[in-house]
């Protein structure tokens, strides 16, 4: 069940998050017979890394992101860490992560329906998109899935649950708007699927 993926550029190689085994791994990208675990015991769902090489893993049943600087096996806890929940301190079921040049990190939250930005060194987010509870408002999200933002600060998001949509969350506001799919699940020009 692998989830996520990137490419480390320096290491010539892919860290993969291997959520069934609770792991993530470490690919050569070229003549790759096996892997090497490079973390171990966590609900691995999306990863990512900054300019520096610090890897950043969301636990999903931990309800946490932490990151891991070269060389480090633990990591620290940069977003949630406090349990599941909805409270700005919190995170419930975190799945993808995005880090910004600041090191702020964005992450999608599947059963708060939100996107979240944890500023570095913050002990609490801010909703950056949803939060609505779940539908296909354009004020809401269902299961939101992958997420990137912009240099703009603009969000962007996989709305899968019922919606099947992206959506665009322009920095500061409340409402955010469909870029594609959003027409029901299917096979159509206009429809995306999962």
């Given amino acids: 069940e692998p989830h996520d993926m990137i490419i480390d550029k320096e290491r010539d190689s892919l860290i993969i998050c291997d959520r069934s085994n609770n792991r993530v791994v470490r690919w050569p990208r070229r003549n790759g017979t096996s892997g090497e675990t ?3 015991n966590i609900d691995c769902n999306g990863l990512t890394m900054d300019e520096n090489g ?4 969301t636990d999903f049943g931990k309800h946490e992101v932490r990151r891991y600087r070269r060389g ?3 990591g620290t806890v940069i977003a949630g860490g406090n349990g599941s929940g909805n409270r700005l301190n919190q995170l419930s079921y975190p799945r993808y992560v995005f880090v910004d040049r600041d090191h702020s990190v964005y992450v999608s939250e599947w059963r708060n329906d939100r996107v979240m930005k ?3 060194g913050a002990k609490q987010g801010i909703v950056v998109a949803g939060d609505q509870g779940e539908g296909n408002g354009l004020t809401q999200l269902s299961y939101p899935q992958g997420v990137v933002v912009d ?8 709305d899968q649950g019922g919606n099947q949509r992206i959506m665009r969350w ?3 506001v409340t409402q955010g708007s469909v870029i594609a799919g959003g027409n029901g699940e299917g096979g159509q020009s206009n429809q995306l699927y999962g």
Avoid: N
């Fill in 38 to 40: 490079i973390i171990s």
């Fill in 54 to 57: 610090s890897l950043y893993v």
């Fill in 72 to 74: 480090e096996s633990q």
């Fill in 118 to 120: 944890w500023v570095e």
């Fill in 151 to 158: 240099q703009l600060g603009t969000v962007y998001v996989a």
């Fill in 170 to 172: 322009p920095k500061g």
